[in-house]
């Protein structure tokens, strides 16, 4: 599996606190640990999203305010955004 950052995730990243940027790197950490060993942590709280065609869109909690949401393909897993609750909303009623 590939692992790729859109530069809005990136650059929402930046705005991050240090001890914040830590727990979103230990929660990277989990997600891509989930595609290698197919088992999620519980405290990440994965959530399928919205799915279209080979699409997927997954959430998860780097803490209560910190969701990471990526979109999976075939065999690459996109970052796409790096936000609160309203701002994955946002992004999914975009897609509909």
Partial sequence: MNFRYKKAYLKRFDHFSPSEKDL???ADTQI???????TAPCGLR?????????DKI????????????????????SFVILGNHDEVRKYIKSLR
Avoid at 32 to 38: E, F, G, L
Avoid at 46 to 54: A, E, Q, R, V
Avoid at 60 to 69: E, F, P, S, Y
């Fill in 58 to 77: 997954f959430e998860a909690r780097a803490t209560d305010k910190i969701r990471i949401l990526w979109v999976e393909s075939e065999d690459l897993v």
């Fill in 24 to 26: 979103i790197i230990y």
């Fill in 46 to 54: 994965i959530k399928k999203l919205y799915s279209k065609g080979k």
């Fill in 32 to 38: 891509r640990n989930y595609y290698s060993a197919q």
